[in-house]
Every structure is written in structure tokens, then in C-alpha cells.
């Protein structure tokens, strides 16, 4: 069912958001609705101080893939990128060297922590960052708390808590997580704006970002969730695993840490029926439909690749669409 355009002239969708996959779900979704609303919570979980320096990253992706400079392979990082400041640190024996800052990207770093350090919260430096990159949404960070991703891992029969950047970087996530936990997540506050864009919208999509330490982490912010489910809206959710493995990323690595089974279905009931109305499954997962409907969820099985814009503008109408069925 294609979405009537119509009704996409004043619609206000709220995108929870983390890494890579929401960001080119968003691209997609401003082709499908050109004249909406669109509010992002970016996770924030993934934060890392380097070098004195706050670095922000599914906030920063959103904002250079909307914005026209992300590094469009990687997914991360600033286009036409070069690594002078990066090596110049790494002579000084000034690590770590794992990941990978880019002299473009340090500029974001150091207007966000000179801002913060002058006393904006992070809700006003994203949205001075954005008055550059002009995304055509407005992303807000999930709290303007310090809330910090861990992992619990096992290594050389050590067991540790490493930053998630660092188990997901240097790592490259080659070691179970046993646990995942957004440090300060329970002291903290929806940033400004959260509470009020989820009361006023009239849909709420769940883009194929990580289930557990993107959505998830926003999910775990005070209010968040409640919010969403008394809303009263219709939330539809697109799946990240297709074909019992994750599009991208290593989400399987972290849905295990929860005790979550790598498949879309498994996924659509880690939510639940009480948070969500409808579930988009890829149509390599067209048996799972009745499977999910039976937990509750409205399902429907869609290409869920998102090869380019226009196949990803595709899912976002069929999720809208999915909404109003919901609706009805
Ligand atoms: N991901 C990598 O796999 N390797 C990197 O060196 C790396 C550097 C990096 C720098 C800035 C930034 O905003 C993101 C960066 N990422 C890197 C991606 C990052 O780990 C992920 O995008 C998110 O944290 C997960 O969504």
C-alpha cells in the first residue's frame, strides 16, 4: 500500500536513531516525506572522550549523512578525509591510535567541547553544529546527560568493562559481550524536546539501527520508553536482521548479550507489543510474519536493503503506510 501523499504534508515523524543504519534509513525516509516533520533522538551511548575532546558519533553521522559529508563507504566519518593531526598524536606516543579521528572531524570535536565547556548543554551545540550541516531534520541528542555504553567482556579469563567504542573498534567485537550497560543511564534526563516531539507526533518510526545499544540505550533513558508507548501513535519498527544476521555491524554480538536470538522475529518480541504496533521483516523472513502478528505486532514482509535511496525511501513508505494500517 503506497502512503497517500496527502496526509505527508504536516506529519510529524520521531526517528530513534543510532549509528550507520539510521542514518540511511533518514535519507530515504526525507525522499518518501519531503514535506514532514522529522525529529531525530540520536543515541548518544556511544560517546567517547579522546584527547580531551567529546566525540559524538551516531550524532555525527546523522548529521554529515543528511548533511552531504559523510565518508558514504564507511558510513562514519567526514568525506575527503585526511589523518595529519591523527599521526601527529600517535608521534607524540599520544594514543589511542585505534580509532580513527580525521583532521575534518576533529574540527567538530573541538566547537562541540569548547561549547560545552563554555556551558551549552549538548541538545544547543548539536543544534549549532547543524545550523552548518542543515540535515533538514531536527536531531536531538537522546539526554544532554553523560551516559557511556559499556561492555563486559572476558579476555585472557580477565573480566573487564570496556567502553563500547573500544569493543567495538579495537576489538572489533571478536570477544562475547556478556553484558552491555549504558553507564549514568539511570541518572539521567531526556535532553529538551524529547518528551514534548514524541507527545506531538503522529508516528514514531524504530529505523534498523542496533537494537541493543543504539535504540536500546535510548530506550533506557528515564521516560523515554514510557513516553513512546502511551503516546498513542502508531510506532512501526524496521527490522536489522535480515535473514537471522545483521545487515550490517555485529548487532548479533550484542543482541546475544541480552539473551535476544539473532532473527527478525526475536527482535520484533525484544521490543514487545506493549512499545511496538508494527514490524517491517525483509521478504527473505516472509515466514516470520505470522510469528510476529502472534506476539501481537502488525508484520509485513519488505526489501529491507537499503541499496540506495530510492529502495530505502521505499521501506520508509512502507513503514508509513504500515502506520496508518496500524492506525485504522
Ligand atoms: N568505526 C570504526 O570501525 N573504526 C574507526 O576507526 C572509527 C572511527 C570513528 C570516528 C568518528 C566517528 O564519529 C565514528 C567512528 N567510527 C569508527 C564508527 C563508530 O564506531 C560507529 O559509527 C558507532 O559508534 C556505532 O554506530
Request: glycine share 12%; charged share 20%.
Amino acid at each position: 500500500m503506497s502512503f497517500p501523499p496527502d496526509r505527508l504534508l504536516c506529519m510529524r515523524i520521531v526517528v530513534l536513531a543510532g549509528g550507520i543504519g539510521g542514518a540511511r534509513f533518514l535519507r530515504g525516509l526525507k525522499s518518501a516525506a519531503p514535506d514532514a516533520d522529522i525529529t531525530v533522538i540520536g543515541n548518544t551511548g556511544d560517546d567517547i572522550h579522546l584527547f580531551g575532546l567529546k566525540v559524538c558519533p551516531d550524532l555525527d553521522t546523522v548529521m554529515y549523512t543528511l548533511g552531504g559529508g559523510i565518508n558514504e563507504e564507511q558510513g562514519w566519518g567526514r568525506a575527503d578525509e585526511t589523518f595529519q593531526v591523527k599521526g601527529e598524536l600517535a608521534a607524540y606516543g599520544v594514543g589511542p591510535e585505534w580509532f580513527g579521528l580525521g583532521d575534518r572531524d576533529f574540527a567538530t570535536h573541538i566547537v562541540r567541547t569548547q561549547m560545552l565547556g563554555a556551558g551549552y548543554p549538548l541538545s544547543a551545540v548539536t543544534e549549532a553544529l547543524c545550523e552548518r550541516w542543515q540535515p533538514g531534520v531536527r536531531l536531538l541528542p537522546m539526554s544532554d546527560d553523560r551516559i557511556e555504553t559499556h561492555v563486559a567482556v572476558e579476555v585472557d579469563g580477565e573480566r573487564k568493562a570496556v567502553h563500547f567504542q573500544e569493543y567495538w573498534v579495537k576489538l572489533r567485537a571478536s570477544v562475547d559481550a556478556q553484558a552491555v550497560v549504558p553507564v549514568g543511564a539511570e541518572q539521567a534526563k531526556p535532553a529538551p524536546g524529547v518528551l514534548e516531539a514524541i507527545g506531538e507526533a503522529d508516528v514514531i518510526l524504530f529505523p534498523p539501527s542496533n537494537p541493543v545499544v543504539s535504540i536500546g540505550t535510548i530506550l533506557a533513558v528515564p521516560g523515554v520508553r514510557e513516553a513512546i508507548a502511551d503516546a498513542g501513535v502508531p510506532v512501526v519498527g524496521l527490522s536489522p536482521i535480515v535473514g537471522d544476521a545483521p545487515v550490517r555491524g555485529m548487532a548479533d554480538k550484542m543482541l546475544a548479550a541480552v539473551g535476544v536470538e539473532s532473527t527478525a522475529a526475536a527482535v520484533a518480541r525484544h521490543y514487545g507489543s506493549g512499545l511496538l504496533d508494527g514490524w517491517l521483516v525483509d521478504t527473505v523472513d516472509a515466514g516470520t510474519v505470522e510469528d510476529v502478528e502472534s506476539a501481537g505486532i502488525r508484520c509485513r514482509a519488505v526489501p529491507l536493503m537499503m541499496t540506495g535511496v530510492e529502495a530505502t525511501a521505499a521501506m520508509a513508505r512502507e513503514a508509513l503506510g504500515l502506520a496508518e494500517e496500524v492506525r485504522a
